[in-house]
C-alpha cells in the first residue's frame, strides 16, 4: 500500500512502554481513551494473543441521535511492550465482520484493515507509531485517529 491509503501516526509518552502497552492491551483502559472526542465504549472485549479476537461497541452522537458501531479483528501479531497487530472492520454486536453493502465505509473501502502499533522505549519516555493500513491519510478515519490519540495523551497522564 501506498502512504496515502494508511494512517500514520506517531506520539510520545512521557510513560514506560509497558504502561503505553497496557493502554492498548487491557479492556478497561482501551475504553477510557479510543474513540473521537464525544464517543464512548460501553464494550471492549479483547483476547490480546496471536489468534486471540476483539470485539468493540463505539457510542456516539449522531445528527439522528446516539448511533453505535461496532468492530471486530483478530490479534496476528502479540510482541508484548514492543509491537500489537490486530486487524479491524466493522461488525455486528456479535462480531460478525459486515459485508461492504451494509457497512458505512466509502466505496472502495476494504471490508478489513489492518493495525500496527509500535512501541520504541526511549528511556523514561515512548515513542509509539500506530499505522492503520487500508485507511486513507485523509479521510475521516485519519481524523478520528488523531482525536483519539489526543484523548490517549491525557489518559495515560491520569494513569
Not at 481513551?33 to 464525544?38: L, N, R, V
Amino acid at each position: 500500500m501506498t502512504d496515502t491509503q494508511s494512517v500514520v501516526i506517531e506520539r510520545t509518552f512521557d510513560a514506560s512502554a509497558s504502561t503505553v502497552w497496557q493502554m492498548w492491551a487491557d479492556p478497561e483502559h482501551f475504553a477510557g481513551w479510543y474513540g473521537p472526542g464525544g464517543a464512548a465504549i460501553p464494550v471492549a472485549k479483547m483476547d490480546v494473543r496471536v489468534g486471540g479476537s476483539r470485539l468493540i461497541c463505539m457510542e456516539m452522537q449522531a445528527p439522528n441521535g446516539p448511533m453505535q458501531m461496532w468492530f471486530a479483528g483478530e490479534f496476528t501479531e502479540v510482541v508484548e511492550n514492543r509491537r500489537l497487530v490486530y486487524t479491524d472492520a466493522l461488525s455486528d454486536s456479535e462480531g460478525n465482520i459486515l459485508p461492504p453493502e451494509q457497512s458505512s465505509m466509502p466505496e472502495g473501502h476494504p471490508a478489513v484493515t489492518t493495525v500496527i502499533v509500535e512501541l520504541e522505549d526511549l528511556g523514561g519516555s515512548t515513542r509509539m507509531t500506530m499505522t492503520h493500513e487500508g485507511v486513507p491519510a485523509d479521510s475521516p478515519g485519519a481524523m478520528g485517529w488523531n482525536m483519539a490519540l489526543d484523548k490517549l495523551v491525557d489518559y495515560v497522564a491520569t494513569v
